[in-house]
């Protein structure tokens, strides 16, 4: 089992004391197999980390981390699940998923391609008086397993 990072630790303390929680030995879990992963997981994935933590109380602990913006939730089409550390902490990225397995990928687009999509985000925020607009963007394919 991997610890977490000094870095993330001292984030997730501060974030969780903001909305009047605490960094419970079950959140410190979650947090960790998280950040060793390289990719969203799900909850049946987080639970092979730490199988201390059940289901249910697993599900409780993944709102509060949302809640403070430590995690955030991927849902596919398929109403799959899939949790991620916040883009505050992962960097700006997006999504490839597999529309067979349900499998959730992350991936980078091109520099030129972020700045395109941000200054576009900035003029539709004045077109149509939008505030702190972002954008979100996925990919969906077919998967190498699942092609194979
Ligand atoms: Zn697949
Ligand atoms: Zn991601
Ligand atoms: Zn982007």
Redesign the pocket.
């Given at each position: 089992m991997s610890d977490l990072s000094i870095s993330l630790e001292t984030l997730a303390l501060e974030q969780l004391e903001a909305i009047g929680s605490r960094l419970t030995k079950s959140r410190k879990l979650i947090l960790s197999a998280l950040e060793a992963s390289a990719k969203p997981l799900t909850v049946t994935q987080i639970a092979k980390f730490s199988n201390k933590i059940a289901i249910s109380s697993m599900y409780r602990n993944l709102n509060v981390l949302e809640k403070a913006s430590l995690v955030t939730k991927i849902v596919n089409e398929n109403d799959f699940a899939f949790y991620e550390l916040d883009e505050h902490v992962l960097g700006?990225?997006?999504h490839l998923r597999c529309v067979r397995c349900g499998t959730v990928m992350d991936v980078e687009?091109a520099e030129e391609?972020?700045q395109q999509?941000h200054k576009t985000a900035k003029s539709i925020s004045k077109k149509y008086k939008f505030k702190n607009v972002e954008?979100f963007?996925d990919f969906a394919g077919a998967c190498s397993k699942c092609e194979s």
């Open positions: 700006h990225h997006h687009l391609i972020e999509l954008h963007l």
